[in-house]
């Protein structure tokens, strides 16, 4: 996928056009953002997307994130802006991610590129719904007519995944925390895809022989990061995503995908 992008970020720039450019905006000092946001501007780096940094102290409030987003909104060189998340308890996590221009929302979180997504209308798509998409199709797993379950129900992938499943005509299932005869249900699936933040939740008696399983899950756990899916589900399924390897450089890649994608159609 990195090299999909290196390759579309070069043609646009021989043809004459701007090289696409990515904007973080990070809050405070949280360790895993600062790993993630290196990774990604590493990735950018990769492909040829510029990237920069925006930072705000831990005390900032809600206003003082809406006004550096809508500068970043009004530059024209900016092609993509992420508001890194998690944010500190006193910002509207909400109102920052709405602030932020839906044509330039490359995490596919404002609620206008959520229902273009519902309504089968072009969106930017959620980077790691969309980076689990890729994972099936690059590994030829069939999607239409199988019986897919997801296990979470987030608006980040839960929700977002099973829309995405939906419109590639697979039969969706979405479970939850209040589901009944949860093992009985996600023992039907011919793809399972766990994101629900809870180690090791999928065994192997609730996996079907065969199945495509899609662990998001990412839970650190003594010092170690652990999957939602007990590593022993492999001997029963016909895939199995690694974690940590697995959906998170998906999700990395999907954004990189996403800042040249919304270069493409803000100026094609």
């Not at 910002?91 to 206008?112: F, I, K, Q, S, Y």
């Not at 296990?151 to 977002?160: A, C, L, M, Q």
């Not at 390897?245 to 919304?262: C, D, E, H, I, Y």
Request: aromatic letters at 2%.
């Amino acid at each position: 996928m990195l090299e999909e992008v290196r390759q579309g970020v070069a043609r646009r720039v021989a043809g004459g056009g701007p090289r696409p450019h990515l904007s973080v905006v990070l809050v405070g000092h949280h360790p895993a953002s600062e790993t993630y946001v290196r990774h990604k501007h590493r990735d950018a780096e990769q492909v040829g997307i510029t990237s920069s940094d925006h930072r705000l102290p831990e005390t900032v409030s809600t206003e003082e994130v809406v006004e550096l987003v809508g500068h970043l909104n009004a530059d024209p060189a900016v092609s993509g802006i992420l508001v890194q998340t998690p944010l500190p308890p006193q910002v509207a996590t909400g109102v920052a991610l709405e602030a932020v221009d839906p044509a330039r929302d490359v995490d596919g979180l404002h609620p206008l590129n959520q229902g273009r997504l519902l309504r089968d209308e072009e969106a930017l798509v959620a980077c790691t719904p969309a980076g689990i998409l890729r994972l099936l199709d690059d590994h030829q797993v069939e999607i239409e007519g199988r019986r897919a379950v997801v296990i979470g129900r987030s608006t980040i992938v839960g929700k977002p995944v099973a829309i995405l499943l939906l419109r590639r005509n697979a039969t969706v299932t979405v479970c939850h925390s209040r589901t009944r005869e949860l093992d009985e249900i996600s023992r039907q699936a011919d793809i399972l895809v766990a994101a629900l933040g809870r180690p090791h939740f999928v065994r192997p008696e609730m996996v079907k022989e065969g199945a495509a399983v899609v662990d998001v899950g990412i839970n650190p756990v003594d010092g170690k990061l652990r999957g939602d899916v007990d590593p022993a589900v492999a001997e029963k399924a016909g895939w199995l995503s690694p974690v940590p390897g697995g959906v998170g450089p998906m999700t990395r890649a999907m954004l990189m995908w996403n800042t040249l994608k919304a270069e493409q159609l803000r100026r094609p």
